[in-house]
């Protein structure tokens, strides 16, 4: 899928006076008013349901650190996942451990800004080229809401809404957007680290502190 221009909306800022008029909506808009135009939107506001943190409460990894095979060894089990991505020579091991943690890692790979993204209860890692058409590289976090139970992302230039599985742009002033998906696997850590002893591991240096190792969401797993 390659990046394309917004498609058709549904209403537009000029003719939107309420966009939640007809809808029963079930997330907060603080956080968004006067950032996010709800006027633009490709899916009903009836769709999203809140998933309990709010905008970013699943914090994204802004600023990755890496350590060496041998270093993340020490801590991963052999058949523990991890998403393998790599772009223009340059290869890179994300533990599932820690993505189930941020959702998201802004990082940069090959010289190429990318995000690397992981919904926990889809169980989906997909990799996502960052820059646009027009030179904008875009940051995303995350809203705090989900549809049809997959994260919904969101991008700190224009606030706009993403659907992670898709990677398209469906609430905000890139509605009908789409990014360019990048090949990624998610395979074992004994399969990665036997492939590739010499490749970058996305280390649990994170900034934030977090149970990297178990899994938040057993509950929903059961």
Same mark, same amino acid.
Request: glycine letters at 8%.
């Given at each position: 899928? =390659? ?5 058709? $909306?549904?209403? !537009? ?19 968004? =008013? ?6 633009? $939107? ?46 223009? /020579? ?87 957007? #789409? ?10 850590? !004994?399969?990665? #680290?036997?492939? $590739? ?5 996305? !280390?649990?240096?994170?900034? $934030? ?9 057993? /509950?929903?797993?059961?």
């Amino acid at each position: 899928t =390659e990046i394309s221009a917004p498609a058709s $909306h549904t209403g !537009s800022a000029e003719e939107c006076e309420d966009p939640f008029a007809d809808s029963s909506i079930q997330f907060s808009t603080r956080f968004w =008013e006067g950032r996010t135009n709800f006027c633009l $939107h490709s899916v009903s506001f009836n769709e999203f349901l809140s998933g309990g943190p709010p905008p970013d409460g699943i914090p994204a990894i802004e600023e990755p650190a890496f350590e060496t095979v041998e270093d993340a060894n020490g801590w991963l089990e052999e058949d523990w996942p991890v998403m393998f991505f790599e772009w223009n /020579g340059e290869v890179r091991a994300y533990p599932l451990a820690i993505l189930i943690w941020h959702e998201i890692v802004n990082d940069t790979v090959g010289g190429e800004p990318v995000a690397l993204t992981f919904c926990p209860l889809c169980n989906a890692t997909i990799a996502f080229r960052r820059t646009q058409p027009d030179g904008m590289v875009l940051d995303f976090g995350t809203t705090g809401n989900l549809r049809n139970s997959d994260l919904v992302m969101y991008d700190r230039q224009t606030f706009s809404w993403w659907q992670q599985f898709t990677g398209e742009a469906i609430v905000g002033e890139l509605t009908g957007t #789409k990014l360019e998906l990048l090949p990624s696997q998610i395979i074992a850590w !004994s399969d990665f #680290k036997a492939a $590739h002893p010499d490749a970058d591991v996305l !280390s649990r240096n994170t900034g $934030h502190v977090r149970n990297y190792g178990r899994n938040p969401y057993a /509950g929903y797993d059961t």
